[in-house]
């Protein structure tokens, strides 16, 4: 099958990117982030943290497009009652990383752009970097892949909350690694007074658990999680009650939207790649998750729904594939990709 990127540069070159936009008008297409990286070197994660001029040209190019970009509220509203403006857009950021307000929310700000925060909270009332994701850059950043993460993790958590950045502080000048993450709040999320701030400003703050749940794993504890959640921002807002979900690492169960219904949630947003449909389950909602590691032409063909015919074309050949031999699906493969 021929290269991703050549297949987007075609697309674009042959006018079938406008064919796409055209023939996906009706789909609501949700974008993705997470935090933007601030400490020294590549950012750390392929889709956890990205560089702020990467967003700031992401967004530039967005507001450039001339695409409609909906609040996510009336976005959902809109889909279920099939009135969208063509090509409509989302733009969703997940956890509420301290960059989310010091660094993407000016840039959403300097082009109008509505956005939604999915906040996780449990962190938020905490001078705490998010304990897990530190450790994982420390060994990371420290070369030392046979560290046991799982056990360095557990031993931090199982501290006082006192005495916790202390241990992470300590096992990174054991690790070698500098505290410039520390000083630029990388790990850290948003205060309540950020959170407070970031909605007088405009930016939606919505639901992703007070904890940030494995929801597949913990399905019993949405409900208990989500009022937690729900309470903590509104403890910071005193806005209008926060009703749209997103599962934290996309982890979902089938129980999950009965339970989400009941809690006065009325949409969920996936990281599974993918356009919505009118019939789109609200429950479900598919996203692009942008990253460091995405290309301008990727992002560029899942604005234009060219993305979505590629991985229908993708599916067919896998399909293929598995009834005949290899070399005759690769040659479907690069077929089907073509037109």
Known sequence: MLPKRALLRAAGLTGLSALARRATGGQLRILCYHGLWLAPGAPFGSCLFMTPDMFA?????????????????EAVERLAADRLPRSAVVITIDDGWASTHSHMLPVLEAHRLPATLYATTWYAGRDLPVVNVAVDYLIAASGRAGEDRGAVIRRIEALPEGERLAALRSYGRALGVGEAWLER??????RPDEIADAHARGLDIQLHTHRHIDVSGRIGQLVPEIEANRA??????????????????????????????????????????????PTADPYALR?????????????????????????????????????????????????LCAL
Do not use: W
């Open 57 to 73: 040209a992401r967004m530039a190019r967005l507001a450039r497009s001339g695409l409609p970009v909906l609040p996510l509220g």
């Open 185 to 190: 709040r990388q790990f850290h999320l948003m």
């Open 232 to 277: 903590a921002i509104l403890a910071a807002t005193g806005g209008t009650t926060p009703e749209h979900f997103c599962y934290p690492s996309g982890t979902f169960h089938p129980s999950a939207p009965a339970l989400l219904a009941a809690s006065g949630v009325r949409s969920a947003t996936l990281v599974s790649e993918g356009l919505n449909p």
């Open 287 to 335: 996203r692009f998750v942008d990253g460091q590691h995405v290309s301008a032409s990727a992002f560029q063909a899942y604005l234009d729904g060219t993305l979505h015919y590629l991985s229908l074309a993708r599916k067919a050949a896998e399909r293929i594939e598995v009834a005949v031999p290899r070399r005759v699906a690769a040659a479907s493969g690069m077929l």
